[in-house]
């Protein structure tokens, strides 16, 4: 951890002393742990690390990333060989696809790169058999990423915009580190890449995207590039978030402009979707005939619960049930 004596991870370069308590931009010392979780659809144990080199207005783990001055608490440290311990614990229970990495995320892990490599370093001792991920905003030094290239089997990495001014009003850091790293990761670690992505938000980096996917696209065509649309949270939390049209155009704009595989996820809806709307007429009777009450319970509908009128103490799926903990790496 000698790295944290002096700490020159991230593109601030602040040399604080993380481990006698000094604090650079990203505010912590040691790594600490927020929560872990094994996903199905990443096929991870995905380990959340407090602290971030950024300060975006958009983000929706704010209470995460910019530990510790949002006033919550989390488990702290947990050394390595017990996170693995626990990682082993939980992937032999896991009843999903066989999980292939302990994946970082945060914040923005790359400020605990070296416990992450002594993560993985533990992995190889206890022999559980799974590849280091990190999903990063790429905020890192050459050295840092070089190191993150050599340690990691699956990197996602997110442009959050293209100009300057804009990736500066939003995260509050320049963005030339972060496409310096990333033509960097496509030129040295192409096999890693899961995914580049950019989180669309209406007026502010929506205008972006075309000059992000030219970008990516010039590096290499083939790289897929996932585009997010943003929900209303944290400093924006009244700023509107992109519809269904929009996120569509957008795909079209970065396929335009020579990318091969982009995708969507996310949208902020002006209307009841069409399929709760639908259904809704399914449950006025289960509800005495009340609209209001049919329309609200079709969104539970929506989720896969059985009950009608609900009723969660008999449901036959209340040990597991599908309308709780929706969070979008989950899955549906």
Request: charge should be neutral; glycine fraction near 10%.
């Amino acid at each position: 951890m000698t790295d944290l004596e002096s700490c020159r991870l991230c593109e601030w370069r602040c040399s604080a002393d993380r481990l006698r308590g000094e604090r650079g931009v990203c505010r912590t010392g040691r790594a600490e742990v927020a929560a872990t979780i094994c996903s199905a659809p990443l096929t991870s144990y995905i380990v959340t690390l407090l602290g971030c080199c950024y300060r975006c207005l958009h983000c929706n783990a704010y209470r995460i990333s910019q530990y510790p001055d949002p006033g919550w608490h989390y488990a702290g440290y947990v050394p390595p060989a017990a996170l693995v311990a626990d990682a082993r614990e939980q992937i032999a229970a896991f009843p999903g696809p066989r999980i292939r990495t302990i994946g970082f995320t945060g914040g923005d892990p790359i400020v605990h790169l070296p416990y992450i490599e002594e993560v993985a370093a533990e992995v190889g001792r206890q022999g559980l058999g799974v590849g280091i991920g990190i999903s990063t905003g790429g905020f890192a030094t050459p050295e840092t990423m070089e190191r993150i290239v050599d340690l990691c089997s699956v990197i996602t990495l997110e442009i959050k915009a293209w100009s300057d001014p804009v990736h500066r009003a939003l995260t509050g850091a320049p963005v030339g580190p972060v496409l310096r790293n990333a033509a960097s990761l496509v030129r040295e670690g192409r096999d890693a890449i899961r995914v580049f992505r950019t989180v669309v938000i209406p007026g502010m980096t929506d205008g972006e995207v075309g000059a992000i996917a030219g970008f990516i696209a010039s590096l290499d065509p083939s790289v897929p590039y996932r585009l997010i649309g943003f929900r209303p949270n944290n400093v924006l939390y009244y700023h509107p978030g992109p519809s269904r049209e929009e996120m569509e155009r957008l795909c079209g704009v970065c396929r335009d402009a020579g990318l091969e595989d982009v995708a969507w996820s996310g949208y902020y809806p002006e209307a009841v979707p069409d399929e709760v709307g639908a259904g809704a007429a399914r449950f006025t009777a289960a509800y005495g005939g009340d609209p209001a009450a049919a329309l609200t319970a079709a969104y539970a509908a929506a989720c896969g619960c059985p009950t009608h009128p609900r009723n969660c103490g008999s449901c036959p799926l209340r040990d597991r049930c599908p309308a709780t903990l929706k969070e979008p790496w989950r899955g549906r």
